[in-house]
């Protein structure tokens, strides 16, 4: 009696240790800790069958065996539960994971790949007889005012390169003010057209049919060459598979600016750092380029006069509702992409030209003004033209695609929750390390790639929390200029929208049927 008692104390701690209450002969007192409704049913039904079989009077070693197979049974169970939840979030956790390195990949790979061209990328060098020389190029350059000490400045450093010629189109009301300028300059070799209103499409198109040479160059109003930019820009054009060359750019640093002058003057560096870093590599890649800059950039004229590129540069459509009259650097690109004609970008000291950008608030409404350039060019260029899909795969990636995809503010903050998710488990020392390694690698990708900046200026070191606050506010001018895509207004500079109206121009199909017809007929007669 003794041992009987014993043993079925011992069966009771035993079935406590697995989650189960004692039972007795007529039921059980307690569900199971850990089963769910179908595993209560199933060992019901088999405590039943157990009881119909044998009755209820068995003995004591018999009852005493189906408490240690009910309770083998409910740690079975326990355990599979335990094992299937391991399983989830072991499952669960990859998930995390790869989507931590995916997104990292895609967010920092161009970076990788883009600082490793970069370093690679080599100038076309100038040939020993080469067989375009300055002889063979014409300047033009658009101006709105016509005169001023800028532009003065700008044609003093073209002439010292010694092109064939210079061909300065202003508008009618500023005609006489270039006139005097030019007189005072005492050159032969600056003509100066106009047209009726400021814009530099038409500006564009009034000088094409007056050049004479094989290379026609065009220049903002606000640059200035170094004395041996010609040469170098001519040499990838030696090759008549190219249709157009570009020059990287830098700021030019104004003397002794106001502590927020240097801030903006600091910003618009940073961009034309970042520009030419993003050319220079993406040329390496594939030959591509998200736009060949209209600051200087050089086209073989045969292109520019061609019937088709003229209608084209003053017929383009944007949606297929508007006329568009801004934006003519990017047409220009494309038209070349989408001909098969190779673009270059000659990235060497020589060819580096230096320009001027806003110094004051004004310097945010040029920022919206070329967001929305380039939201309008890649879309174009990605979903109506589509040809950089094959020939420009690596610029599609890195260049193009972050018109839709790069939010800093945005892809920074699901970095760091997917890294602090990813590492929930660690301990608490190693997390943190993580964490900051993730922060200061996104510290180095925000100022590596202007490095070049930083070495030249090495006291705007201390700017660059100013850098990467406004990398994160820059979000904002995009999602502004996403939603105002059908405004062209510069409002950087004065006089320069009294043409906006004309910069883009709703169409009506009986319209654009219209002119299609006309552009028929002209093509017929010729």
């Known amino acids: 009696m003794r041992r009987d008692r014993c043993d079925q104390k011992s069966s009771t701690v035993d079935l406590a240790r697995a989650g189960i209450s004692s039972v007795s002969s007529t039921g059980w007192r307690q569900r199971p800790m850990g089963l769910t409704g179908d595993d209560w049913r199933s060992i019901k039904c088999l405590w039943s069958f157990w009881l119909l079989t044998f009755g209820y009077e068995v003995g004591k070693v018999e009852r005493l065996k189906a408490h240690y197979a009910l309770a083998y049974l409910s740690a079975s169970s326990v355990r599979t539960r335990a094992s299937a939840s391991a399983s989830a979030s072991a499952s669960a956790s990859p998930n995390v994971e790869e989507m931590l390195v995916g997104f990292h990949l895609y967010r920092y790979l161009r970076l990788a790949v883009n600082l490793v061209a970069f370093c690679c990328l080599r100038p076309i060098p100038i040939p020993s007889e080469p067989s375009l020389t300055s002889d063979d190029v014409t300047v033009v350059i658009p101006t709105l005012e016509g005169h001023g000490a800028g532009l003065f400045e700008t044609l003093r450093s073209i002439l010292a390169t010694r092109p064939c010629e210079v061909i300065l189109v202003t508008i ?234 790069h939010w800093a503010f945005v892809w920074d903050l699901l970095l760091l929750y997917l890294c602090f998710e990813c590492t929930g488990t660690w301990e608490e020392q190693s997390q943190v390390i993580a964490m900051g390694t993730l922060i200061a690698w996104m510290w180095f990708s925000k100022f590596v790639k202007v490095i070049g900046h930083y070495i030249r200026y090495p006291v705007d070191f201390l700017l660059l929390p100013v850098s990467i606050t406004f990398g994160y506010c820059h979000g904002l001018i995009k999602v502004y200029a996403m939603l105002t895509l059908n405004v062209t207004a510069w409002g950087s500079r004065e006089g320069a929208d009294t043409d906006d109206a004309y910069r883009m121009i709703r169409v009506t199909q009986a319209e654009r049927q219209h002119k299609a017809d006309q552009k028929a007929a002209e093509l017929y007669t010729s």
């Open 172 to 405: 009618d009301a500023h005609f006489e003010r270039a006139q005097h300028m030019i007189k005072d300059m005492a050159t032969t070799k600056v003509r100066v057209l106009s047209v009726s209103q400021p814009n530099k499409r038409r500006q564009m198109v009034r000088a094409i049919p007056e050049v004479r040479t094989d290379i026609t160059i065009f220049a903002d109003d606000d640059v200035t060459w170094p004395s041996k930019l010609l040469p170098w820009m001519l040499a990838p054009l030696e090759d008549q598979k190219y249709g157009g060359v570009g020059t990287n750019q830098r700021l030019r640093r104004a003397e002794s600016p106001t502590a927020l002058g240097r801030a903006w003057g600091f910003l618009g560096a940073l961009y034309l750092e970042r520009r030419n870093f993003d050319c220079a590599s993406c040329i390496f890649m594939d030959g591509g380029l998200p736009c060949l800059s209209g600051r200087t950039v050089a086209y073989r004229t045969k292109i520019l006069r061609d019937d088709a590129f003229i209608y084209g540069f003053t017929h383009e459509e944007w949606l297929g509702r508007y006329q568009l009259n801004a934006d003519d650097d990017n047409f220009i690109t494309r038209w070349l992409i989408n001909h098969d004609q190779k673009i270059w970008f000659q990235y060497h000291k020589e060819a580096e030209v230096q320009t001027t950008l806003e110094d004051n608030p004004k310097f945010l409404k040029q920022c919206l003004r070329w967001s929305r350039s380039n939201w309008r060019s890649n879309i174009t260029s990605m979903f109506c033209d589509g040809q950089i899909w094959k020939q420009q795969p690596w610029s599609t990636y890195a260049v193009y695609l972050t018109t839709l995809s």
